[in-house]
């Protein structure tokens, strides 16, 4: 019996020296992994940073106050998020190429720090590979999970950036030793085996095939930029309109959909047609006063104010817009409560997490907050949320609730 595993791990052992002997290329060393991996940590730094401040406006802690200004300011954020998310596909499958002949490491497991080292990029490139995926996933609106996207999507980051800050923690000697380029500009550090695994003992070494064909580490890094440039490129049309023409991976463009906006969530998804264009359709607003419906006429007789705001998706898409309508602190102020209130507003449509959303005393105070009617000079299409919807400045497009039925005052 004794023998027997004897014979197999010795079996093993070989296979692994042979694969890792047959993915040596010139490329593939310690110090293509440490560029690869300098730019990977930026962009998830990035990624997590953006969608952080997205959580937070989506989930807002009663002490962190909210920005609506500049107005723009989530659009340049959630842009960035989906962009870096996307673009760093492609460097993080160049890293994990950089490296994966480790995985023929021999023995797998030396002791407890390899087993720390080992456990802790298995936790990173699982919580990296499902996150993007989610991310991605998101973006097409597939959800063929039963949980919550957003919650596990901010659960896997934390985890992510956990397992990242403990690699580059064990890995630091080796990011220090080749930080730099070498002095004398030559390649002269090592092949990433060896030098990462001093202990393995290779049993081909003997038949070592020579490193100087195959894949070169500036081949390896020009075609894993590219490939994220290309990414980007394809991506930011969906937010960055002169790149409009180059967005071929974005699902919405701007300028395509009714009245030159694109739409999220169709009336007939929402199931909202005939109610929205009900005559029967009232706005009910209620504060410390009691209530009050308004008609369509009641609105439009009140001041109008038109503004320039942009309509950013989580999904990174975002454009800007000219809205008319009413001030959100103008309606409540019918029922007696001041702009420094918190509201809560209805939609017509009755399912979904969308159908209602809170607005905090930032924007409700914020005379660019409004209950809008129109929308580029024209009465706001049904797509777009007909009769009444929220445009608010730096909010993201979740909170933009169109088909309003009501307005509360909550606090
Ligand atoms: N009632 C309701 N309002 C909604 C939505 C929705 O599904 N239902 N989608 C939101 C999302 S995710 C976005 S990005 C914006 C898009 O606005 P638009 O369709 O007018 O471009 O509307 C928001 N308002
Ligand atoms: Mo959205």
Redesign the pocket.
């Known amino acids: 019996m004794a023998s027997l595993t004897a014979r197999a791990s010795d079996r093993l052992e070989r296979a692994f020296g042979a694969a890792r002997a047959r993915t040596r290329t010139p490329g593939r060393r310690t110090r293509t992994t440490v560029v690869l991996g300098r730019v990977l940590g930026v962009m998830l730094i990035v990624c997590f940073a953006t969608g952080l401040y997205s959580h937070v406006l989506q989930n807002p802690l009663d002490w962190l106050p909210l920005l609506p200004r500049p107005v723009h300011l989530y659009r340049v954020t959630q842009g960035l998020h989906v962009i870096t998310g996307l673009a760093l596909i492609p460097v993080l499958l160049g890293k994990l190429w950089s490296v994966y002949p480790r995985l023929f490491a021999w023995p797998p497991v030396s002791g407890p720090v390899t087993l720390l080292e080992r456990g802790s990029i298995a936790l990173l490139v699982g919580a990296a590979v499902l996150e993007v995926a989610l991310g991605v996933m998101n973006i097409a609106q597939w959800y063929p999970f039963p949980f919550s996207f957003r919650a596990v999507h901010f659960v896997l980051a934390w985890v992510l950036v956990g397992a990242m800050i403990l690699h580059i923690g064990i890995k630091l000697p080796l990011i220090q030793a080749y930080w730099r380029r070498r002095p004398d500009g030559s390649s002269e550090d090592e092949p990433t085996e060896p030098r990462t695994w001093p202990d393995a003992p290779d049993p081909d070494t003997e038949r070592q095939p020579t490193v100087a064909e195959g894949v070169s580490r500036r081949g390896a890094l020009i075609a894993v930029g590219s490939a994220a440039g290309v990414v980007a490129l394809a991506t930011a049309g969906q937010t960055v309109a002169p790149l409009a023409p180059l967005a071929v991976l974005a699902p919405r463009r701007p300028g395509i959909g009714p009245q030159g ?5 169709t009336a007939a998804e ?1 199931g909202v047609i005939a109610s929205a264009r009900s005559p029967e359709w009232r706005l009910t607003v209620v504060g410390p006063d009691g209530s009050a419906d308004l008609s369509l006429m009641d609105l439009r007789s009140m001041p109008q104010h038109t503004v320039e705001l942009p ?1 950013a ?1 989580v999904e990174g898409w975002s454009q800007n817009a000219v809205w008319t309508g009413v001030r959100v602190q103008d309606v409540i102020a019918l029922v007696g409560a001041g702009p420094d209130s918190d509201v809560r507003f209805t ?1 017509l ?1 009755t399912r ?1 997490a ?2 209602t959303s809170r607005m905090r005393h930032e924007y409700v105070s914020d005379p660019l907050s409004l209950i809008a009617l129109r929308l580029g000079g024209e009465t706001l299409d049904i ?3 007909y009769p009444a919807r929220v445009i608010a400045p730096g909010r993201p ?2 909170r ?4 309003l039925s009501a307005v509360e005052v909550t606090t």
């Open positions: 906006l694109p739409v999220n969530r929402a309509i998706c939609s449509q979904g969308f159908a797509e777009h949320g497009g979740v933009q609730t169109k088909w």
